[in-house]
């Protein structure tokens, strides 16, 4: 929400943001004066030119001038739909104020301080709140060092209060006033959407410690309220409004239980339902019959047929957080998981505003390959499956090689949610052994929006259109062609075939009523690419093509009162890829159905999910595979026959998840499966717990998690890799947690694995383990420089058949990134990401003979990619113009050795990036 207060002359006279509310929302009936109509008339919505409009002097009830006459208020408004940077998004201001004043001096207060404040307004000053007056005095008189003293002191008081009390709702609500009247005045330009996020977020904080909590959801519900439309926050608001209706029953008592029929009203006006807000007022009117305010609407609108909608400003740009699992966030969750927001995604350089190698930047990942996949603990990526809106997905990358895949498939730009799990994770996830990465699209849009990007690899476009107030769409789609970027670095020469792709995803949404709503999405991508690689005896193009094919269909229903919802599911999907290397010529084809039901129910203090799940699928194979690790002329090979293979999965859980204090959660799970490829049924117990003894949050959890052993991904027979395939793997993960700054996270785990079936050439396990220990010490609140750095510790071991312990395939021992991000004059912008992983072990060749089995490691892994970007405004839309240096000190770094029988020659296979790389590019949004 970019909403603030923007004052002309004598700034120093302006009032509170609890004086302003108290003229409008504290005595809703009192709308006699001018002044009071307008402030009411901020709060309802308004179009861009009367959130210009000078509202003069505001005046209390009993006629106390509150400001001179000659103080003029503004509001100024920072708005607008997704800009991607290529691939990437930022935030700009579009709606521009009456007179020439600078952005930082026009950006004073979220309004979370005027939602807050008549409920603010009615209990006595604590120490806290003096100081938060002491800061918001100081932010409007521009007095930064003042306003940062009297902010620091107020969120230790603040803090110190939740310390005392964790449901202490209204302390974490003066919290959030603290940053949006005291902190984001002086942010940087990147840094207003991080303290936004804050802000909010506190606020739902207070709704996870009490759910119930009246004041907490109304000031919830006020935020996004004000929220102007084009955000997309409506919907959130109607949802809020309604549970507070629902919760509120027929008491009248206090008086202001007549705000959420009023609020919702004018929120149904906004989608066109007039009958909706005609039935919520009279409701509304029924209970309060002294309210004049509910009066007027049921009255003016009773004249017409249908509501005046309001003009709706022109949109600008958004920085959206993508919603991550709150387990770094709150410690009642008591799964593990990983919090990255849409500008972690979005920034960070060298992550090609890639999902998947978002999550590569944060704890709980291997830097065992450079490209998309996601090596979680010890475990290769079949173990972490990818679900798209309840489907999974038989593959998520682009450009697959016998080394993974370059890029991910799924386009940030239509995410709007995403849950990973490094292990311990919920029963509702099966089939899975490491991790899990579950990421939700968007919802029904709000309004038409849509920027177009491109670079010198890529181009494409987003776009999303409400069709009415309970329909829209929304799509994005892009297209890659490396031929320019070869050109550029003298490498044209090095693929005979460059890489592209083509890719789209497309979303309809339909909310037939509230809480309810049916959701199709749509995903279609091809890829291809040809490299001139020398390794297993052969010297020639490595070609390699591959598509994905999804579509899924969701249906969705929540409880009035939000204690119950229901989900169901049904999905299929398909991923077809092809390998071409001097023998090698294989083709396969994956398909499947699946269908999905879970739900969900408050029983008093605890939440009981469970679910059911079934899938069908068929693998398709043709083609010329080898039959040892040698792919030159005269290697020997095998011609697949042309059949189907087929298996099937079939699953349920159920969850129980308890706080029975402040201090401490509990969720405990059962699952069973008849998993893919399996004839038996498992049963996999799976517990946690989280406990706050004090500033931090300690959790513990773990259990059984089983997968079948039907798989997708192709690899070469290699006799010097240990083989097979696990089946059950055991876990135990151990964690601490500080929020703050910086924050920090500590987790600690044993995996072990068992219950393995052949599969592969080399020496068979028997049974495996990891153990090691994940950090990430983060920066978010700093003026200019930010970022995060994250450490894992790895040690894999396997036990094979022979007696022999021998390191895994994916034993990294050491894993570190770095990510900084700073700001510079003049609107520039210089990011660096490093990265750093011992090498993986390797079985090596000694005179045509292997050697001992993984006795040795590749080379350390390091790489370091730059960023500088700029914001251009252009006519009121914003320009976002950048170059990137991938690989900036020119590493060779290296994805494995291939070795010829013949010469005993090692020849080294270089990664996608092993030689220093420039993009450039730039978005622009439109309106």
């Known amino acids: 929400m970019w909403i603030g207060w923007s004052i002309g002359r004598r700034i120093n006279s302006l009032p509170s943001g609890r004086a302003i509310s108290t003229a409008a929302e504290q005595d809703p009936n009192d709308l006699r004066t001018d002044a009071a109509r307008r402030v009411r008339r901020l709060a309802l919505g308004c179009s861009p030119r009367a959130a210009l409009e000078p509202l003069g002097c505001i005046y209390r009830h009993a006629g106390k001038k509150l400001c001179s006459d000659r103080t003029t208020v503004y509001v100024f408004v920072l708005s607008g739909p997704p800009v991607a940077l290529g691939t990437r998004q930022l935030m700009h201001s579009t709606a521009q104020p009456e007179t020439p004043m600078r952005t930082k001096t026009l950006v004073l207060a979220l309004f979370v301080a005027f939602l807050a404040a008549p409920l603010a307004g009615q209990a006595p000053a604590t120490p806290a709140d003096s100081a938060l007056a002491a800061c918001s005095a100081a932010a409007r008189g521009k007095r930064e060092a003042e306003a940062k003293s009297a902010a620091s002191r107020a969120e230790q008081l603040f803090k110190q209060r939740i310390a005392a009390d964790k449901r202490d709702v209204d302390a974490r609500v003066g919290l959030a006033r603290v940053i949006s009247e005291c902190r984001l005045p002086f942010a940087s330009f990147m840094g207003m959407a991080k303290l936004s996020g804050d802000a909010l977020e506190l606020l739902q904080e207070a709704l996870a410690i009490d759910s119930t909590h009246w004041s907490g959801r109304y000031s919830l519900a006020m935020n996004y309220y004000h929220t102007p439309e084009f955000l997309g926050r409506t919907n959130d608001a109607i949802r809020e409004f309604e549970r507070l209706v629902a919760q509120q029953g027929t008491r009248t008592n206090p008086p202001i239980y007549a705000q959420p029929y009023l609020r919702l009203g004018e929120l149904y006006l906004r989608r066109k339902r007039t009958g909706d807000a005609l039935a919520v007022w009279r409701r509304g009117a029924t209970l309060f019959p002294g309210n004049q305010a509910l009066r007027e609407r049921i009255a003016e609108h009773e004249r017409r047929s249908e509501a005046t909608v309001e003009s709706r400003p022109k949109p600008g740009a958004v920085l959206d957080e993508l919603v991550v699992s709150a387990s770094a966030n709150r410690m009642d969750d008591t799964r593990s998981g990983t919090s990255v927001k849409r500008l972690d995604v979005l920034m960070t350089p060298g992550g090609a505003a890639d999902l998947m190698q978002a999550f590569q930047t ?66 509702r996830y099966g089939n899975a052994l490491s991790g899990v990465l579950d990421v939700e699209t968007l919802g029904l849009p709000d309004v038409s929006a849509g920027v177009l990007s491109a670079n010198t690899v890529a181009a494409g476009g987003m776009m999303q259109a409400p069709v009415s107030e309970r329909f829209g769409v929304w799509g994005a789609g892009r ?9 550029m670095h003298n490498r044209r020469e090095e693929f005979a075939i460059a890489p592209r792709s083509l890719e789209g995803m497309m979303g309809a949404v339909w909310q037939p009523r509230p809480g309810w709503s049916l959701k199709a999405v749509g995903l279609v991508d091809a890829d291809e690419s040809a490299r001139h690689v020398s390794g297993w005896g052969y010297t020639g193009p490595f070609a390699s093509h591959g598509s994905n094919r999804l579509l899924s269909v969701t249906g969705r229903a929540l409880g009035s009162d939000g204690r119950a919802a229901l989900r169901a599911n049904l999905s299929a999907s398909s991923r077809s890829s092809g390998f071409a290397f001097g023998v090698m010529d294989r083709e396969r084809t994956d398909q499947g159905v699946t269908a999905r039901v879970d739900g969900d129910v408050l029983i008093g203090g605890a939440r009981l999910r469970a679910g ?38 079939l699953g349920g859980y159920t969850e129980w998840e308890w706080a029975p204090f402040s201090r401490l959660g509990l969720v405990a799970g059962l699952r069973a499966d008849c998993l893919p490829g399996e004839d038996t049924w498992t049963v996999d117990p799976r517990i946690a717990v989280a406990v706050r003894p004090g500033e931090w949050a300690l959790r513990v959890g773990g259990g059984e998690f089983h997968q079948g052993r039907w798989r997708t991904r192709y690899a070469l027979p290699d006799p010097g890799l240990p083989s097979g395939t696990p089946r059950r793997a055991r876990h135990l993960v151990a964690g601490a947690e500080r929020r703050g700054e910086p924050s920090v996270k500590l987790e600690a785990y044993t995996k072990t694995y068992d219950e393995y079936v052949p599969a592969g050439e080399g020496p068979r396990v028997e049974a495996g383990r990891a153990s090691g220990a994940d950090a990430i010490i983060r920066w978010t609140k700093q003026e200019r420089l930010n970022g ?3 450490y894992s510790l790895l040690r894999g071991r396997v036990d094979l058949e022979d007696g022999q312990t021998v390191p895994s395939a994916v034993d990294v021992t050491h894993s570190i990134t770095a990510v900084a991000m700073l700001k510079l004059p003049y609107d520039l912008h210089l990011g660096n990401t490093l990265r750093y992983a ?35 405004n252009v006519r009121g839309r914003t320009l976002v113009t ?33 030689q220093r790389t420039v993009v450039l590019g730039g978005s622009i949004n439109l309106r």
Do not use: K
């Open 362 to 427: 944060g704890p709980g990942t291997t830097r065992a390959a450079e490209g998309s996949d996601l090596y979680v603990r010890g475990g290769d990526p079949a173990e972490a499956p990818v679900w798209v809106d309840g489907a999974r997905l038989f593959y998520a990358g682009r450009y697959e090689s016998l080394h993974g895949g370059a890029f991910g498939v799924l386009d940030p730009a239509v995410l709007s949610g995403a849950f990973f799990s490094s292990g311990g994770f919920s029963a």
């Open 479 to 487: 297209g890659t062609e490396g031929t320019l970027m070869l050109a």
């Open 612 to 649: 059911v799940e079934a899938a069908a699928m068929d693998a398709h194979h043709t083609g010329i595979v080898p039959t040892s690790d040698q792919l030159g002329p005269g290697a020997p090979t095998e011609r697949l026959a042309e059949e189907s293979q087929a298996a099937s999965h």
């Open 788 to 790: 995060w750095v994250t």
């Open 838 to 872: 011992t090498g993986r072990p390797y079985t090596p060749r000694v005179d045509g003979e292997l050697g001992p089995i993984h006795g040795d490691r590749l080379p350390t892994y390091l790489r370091l990619d730059t960023r500088l970007m700029r914001f251009w």
């Open 882 to 914: 950048y170059m990137e240096m991938l690989n900036t000190t020119d590493r060779a770094n290296i994805a494995g050795y291939g070795f010829d029988d013949t010469t005993g020659e090692r020849t080294a296979i270089p990664t996608f990036f092993g």
